[in-house]
């Protein structure tokens, strides 16, 4: 009998393993459900960190910038040299450019951090964001005195800065004679005169919008919060839990 069992034993154990489906082999997702699960987990990261944003800004008005430094450079280097601060402002909104970057990464960090005061763990830094404002008012205020001091110096040199009376007429509040007084010469036109103060303006518009992003933070990260990442699998909606803490 104790054989008998053993073998019917072995025997149901083979049939089972006959009777058994193979797995299903999953399929590849597409191109479009590649693309929608990319913006899907973008959501996701911008719900953790939603001053990326802000934070894509400060990096293309410092990039702009520092790119433009072959425009702003040369007009206090080259031609009005009697301007005193020309060079400084060029100087000091360089170098402020890359350290805003830098409190702002500090602003923001990765573990948070943890004040004496009350032992807490906070995921801004005050400090940092209150040196940021101030490192962007200073790019501001020089941005500032270098389109003053570089328009002061059209009255007695238009020929450097204008090379038609169209251009001119942009600037016609700053010429004491008006646009009959321009005086016009191809050969000593400096076509990056312009350019600086156009690159001047930008950057002052960029630095704006940067800090008007940083200040608006708390209201439009609520907003952000509400974007739907809900992933659905097999039918069921599963619904990540997002941790806004650093």
Known sequence: MAENENVTVETSDVLVQENQTPPQQEKKPGFKAKVKE?????GVSLKRKPQRIAF??????????????????????????MQPYLGLSVFITTLFSILVLVLFMNTFPKRGIKYKKDGKK?????????????????????????????VACIPSNEAKFFKTLEEAAKYEQYI?????SVRLDKLSYRDYLVKALN??????VFLGISALLLATLPLYKKLIMKIDTSKVVESTEIKEVIDTED
Do not use: C
């Open 122 to 150: 906070h995921s801004m830094n005050y400090i940092m964001l209150a040196l940021t404002f101030i490192f962007v008012i200073a790019m501001f205020l020089f941005d500032l005195l270098y389109y003053k001091q570089l």
């Open 56 to 81: 894509l800004f400060f990096v293309v008005s410092s990039v702009m910038y520092l790119i433009g430094l072959s425009v702003t450079s040369p007009g206090p280097v080259l031609d009005f040299s």
């Open 176 to 180: 004491p004679g008006g646009l009959e």
């Open 199 to 204: 690159l001047d303006i930008a950057h002052m």
């Open 38 to 42: 990319w913006f899907r987990k973008q």
